[in-house]
């Protein structure tokens, strides 16, 4: 243990905060740990939230990975919920809270700090977003109030306002639950985070499950009715019911304490860490939602919120306030998601925003099927590979299909991890038989095409 | 393309031999292509024989990749079935062969030739194998042979002579089809190729779908009735019914064409090449069943034979031979395999493997769930990671469960191509989402276990 390192406060008790404390409690059995959340949710998989609506996961407590009393009783952490932060003094060491219950406000001092204060989700200043039938998704509260008004007030028309990871999520859940789902999206595709040959898959799969998309349709406007309850949607000039709303347009990172007491951000507008995960003070530590990473394929900072990474990025953080020494080194921008049957999977750049970066980079698209022949379970699956025109490097991967997504995101996840060109990633042994791959994995059918249209280096 | 080779010469009509012809016609339009087959079988995906009895593929055809006619019309390759090359004259340039139809005897003149002679089934000198319900499995014929046989004659029990990948699937494809029955395993476990803690895994999964397994014990004898049929199979002097036997005792590669013509073979028993698939001879290529590899995670040559590195060693030997540059770097040593429920995976090295080679190895064994949560699919997924004790560089990796062991056999095949050690492939970002992975994968939860046991080197 470093010498005088006696008290780790940690602000949030969501993944990233709590891994940072988990680590640092290993390390160390006699740390002084202090966990201050401002809601009463603790070690909520976030993620999950969308199967506790569909009802794959039957029950709350099981999206929560540990529960506020083994934090307290069996790792020793002092937990307090409730407990709002104020301010963090850097020169006193010390952050300030309020306890919401009481009103009462207080302070602690730390040796260590861990800001895991994570992300909120956005809402644009629109007339009737405050009604109570229009929700968020960013906790455990939220998703139990969807769930009972669905099951108590019976609503026949949503309208989920964002058509990404979580409002397709939701889009199923809803569909699941019997309601006829519109998706309002500003952009001409849903999942603007893909380039437009897989996102038309995307679409074509949720209309065929019954979803209405509304694209390139800004919202307007929610209307009540006269019990002061959403009754409809206004978006790019059109009307649309709607029982209930949910606004998915998105998170921003929770940075305004860490600004306040004069901690860095980083160009994204998150907290900027090294890859120790301390931030401009060296008594500070950051991990999660509130912070941005390094993206490893493409040398940049990036802001990417992801569980996985909050997860990894507690963990280093823990470490190292805690006399151990570990490294976040990055992220290849790899997310995933499901919409009904359709896995979508992504890693790096899209070709859109490849361009946009400038990069001279050029493209191929595929769609093979994901396993051989005529083996159960195959189907087709597409896979863009976005790639530097001179010497093929690899920039990015998309996949969008019913089976084996997984598989090939995370293959394309190590490749970019590597900085690898499409010609030696053509070279991987992946793994053959025929209900599981073609002798020709889409991965690498992918790379034989692309490798024509490469210039060398 | 490369001055004076207008006629390439290739022996065997498999996956490899048709790449190399394949990609030699693209790179040159004019090259004089003859492509000599012992049998009437062409471009036949030896790997999908067991889904053709298992009744997922229904078709013959549909095993086909490309048919004769194709070969020859499309791509104007002079396909000679029924032609058995007799010997290999390398200062001549020319092989020998007889036509198997005519009993006549012919030679052809090659400036190029590819040896893809493939493989041929294990048969030990066992009494009783000559009887007609006694099959292999490693041609088309010999499938539709025991397709036939199970219809016409309907078997109820079945002996597979062999606990492999191919008697695993034929247990299952047998089984399909209504009979009973029984594995026959010299060694200890099923599945030699793995270690202990995954085999007991596949053990207790293939026994609950019914099959039969007399383990540790060696075929003696199989026993015929009066017509001269197998009626019963003695293995560890036990006498077990058989209504029809399979000997699934693995394959040998077919060197002898190549040796007897002075053409080197590697320490593996199978024909050594370079990078660029060539032999000790510089106008003789060899790829496919018939040649050995490099495993890049060990540094050795192995001989794997596996349709997936047939295809790219073909393709390269092709490429090579007609003017362009390709090298085939080598194989990871990974295999996947199905067998009922359950994917096997493997790459590198096994522990026992290791050991055997004398390196200083540590293993760790993981029971993960392969998604989050209670996501509907999660299932509990095994890794076993075998990396050196000092420095935790991987050796191998192996995987079984219901769900989700190709990604993992992927990401770890990824890993022993670019010969990670443990600490590096934990972090890896790989992709996660609740419906595909935990936050945590499970190579990653297996590598995390992994770095305590290593010793800094």
Known sequence: MPTGVNRLVVIGASAAGLSAAAKARRNDPGLKI???????????????????????????????????????????????????????????????????????????????????????SIRPPIPGLSAPNVFALHSLGEALAIREYVKDRAPKEAVIVGGGYIGLEMAEALTRNGLRVTIVEMLPNVMGTM???????????????????????????????????????????????????????????????????????GATGAIATDWKQKTSDDSV??????????????????????????NKQGKVAGDNLSGGYSVFRGITSTAICKAFEIGIGRVGLTEKEAKKLGLDCESVVVTPRSRAGKCPGARMIRLKLVFERVGGRLLGGQVVGEDGVLARTDVLACSMYHRMTVEEIGRFDLAYAPPFAPAWDPVLVACNLAVKKVKPS
């Not at 069996?74 to 407990?83: A, F, I, N, T, Y």
Request: charged share 30%; net charge negative; aromatic share 4%.
């Open 195 to 265: 380039d437009d040959e897989l996102t038309e898959l995307v679409e074509d799969h949720v209309r065929e499950q019954g979803v209405n998309l509304l694209l390139s349709s800004r919202l307007d406007e929610v209307r009540l009715n006269q019990e002061g309850c959403a009754a409809s949607v206004v978006a790019g000039g059109k009307e649309v019911r709607a029982d209930m709303v949910l606004l998915a347009l998105g998170v921003r990172p929770n940075v305004e304490l860490a600004k306040a007491a004069g901690i860095k951000l």
């Open 34 to 120: 202090t966990v201050l959340e401002k809601t009463d949710e603790v070690s909520v998989g976030l993620c999950q939230l969308p199967y506790l609506i569909s009802g794959y996961i039957k029950e709350p407590s099981e999206v929560v990975a540990v529960p506020v009393e083994a934090l307290r009783e069996k790792r020793g952490m002092d937990v307090r919920l409730h407990h709002e932060v104020q301010s963090i003094d850097l020169t006193k060491k010390k952050v300030t809270f309020r306890d919401l219950e009481t009103q009462k406000e207080g302070e602690v001092s730390y040796d260590r700090l861990v800001a895991a204060t994570g992300s909120r």
């Open 285 to 310: 530590f950051a991990a999660g939602d509130c912070c941005e990473s390094h993206d490893l394929g493409t040398d940049r900072k990036v802001w990417i919120p992801l569980g996985s990474t909050a």
